[in-house]
């Protein structure tokens, strides 16, 4: 099956899962393909340019 149809076929039943358990295996699934995709298509891009994932910035102490 190609990855693409694959990937849409998880989403799919994802939509409709009830089970919690099996949503995040779905999911999981999910994002494995999706990684694997983005390493395939930018092979020198580092999680640190992903605009989706925030810097969490120096951590500080006084907040604790």
Same mark, same amino acid.
């Given at each position: 099956?190609?990855?693409?149809?694959?990937w849409?076929e998880?989403?799919?039943? @994802?939509?409709? &899962?009830?089970? +919690?358990?099996?949503?995040? &295996?779905?999911? @999981?699934e999910?994002?494995r393909l999706?990684?694997? &995709?983005?390493?395939r298509?930018?092979?020198?891009?580092?999680?640190?340019?992903? +605009?989706?994932? &925030?810097? +969490?910035? +120096?951590?500080?102490?006084?907040?604790?």
């Amino acid at each position: 099956m190609e990855k693409n149809q694959r990937w849409r076929e998880l989403c799919a039943q @994802a939509a409709v &899962e009830k089970d +919690p358990k099996r949503l995040m &295996e779905l999911v @999981a699934e999910i994002s494995r393909l999706f990684d694997e &995709e983005h390493a395939r298509t930018h092979p020198r891009s580092q999680s640190s340019d992903n +605009p989706l994932v &925030e810097d +969490p910035g +120096p951590h500080d102490k006084q907040n604790e």
